[in-house]
């Protein structure tokens, strides 16, 4: 069973910093792309920034220059650095991993259940 367990949100004023972290756990899942997706009262949920196990990123625009994505492959964790964070960053964040299985074939992809990120003076 592969398991997604976030950490980092909470309440931050315009302009500050927060760090996500999420930690996949699982045996014998290889994961390939790790990230973050987020979550916006009355929107469907949207990518944020994804990062390959090669480091390639990729991010949305209204977070370029300001979100950094990266991951720790040895102990298979993925952070967000959020940056100079505005109100309408705020939202649920959720971790995201899709790989594979040693021994089955496919992809899949798993979910964490979400850490709050509200930036608000």
């Known amino acids: 069973q592969v398991q997604l367990l976030e950490s980092g949100g909470g309440l931050v004023q315009p302009g500050g910093s927060l760090r996500l972290s999420c930690v996949v756990s699982?045996?014998?899942?290889?994961?390939?792309?790790m990230g973050w997706y987020y979550q916006a009262p009355g929107r469907e949920r949207e990518l944020v920034a994804t990062?390959?196990?090669?480091?390639?990123?990729n991010y949305a625009d209204s977070v370029k220059g300001r979100f950094t994505t990266s991951r720790d492959n040895a102990k298979n964790i993925v952070f967000l650095q959020m940056n100079n964070l505005r109100p309408e960053d705020t939202a649920v964040y959720y971790c995201y991993a899709k790989g594979y299985y040693d021994d089955v074939e496919g992809s899949y992809e798993f979910w964490g259940q979400g850490t709050r990120v509200t930036v608000s003076s």
């Open positions: 990062i390959t196990n090669s480091g390639r990123t």
């Open positions: 699982g045996s014998m899942f290889n994961t390939n792309t």
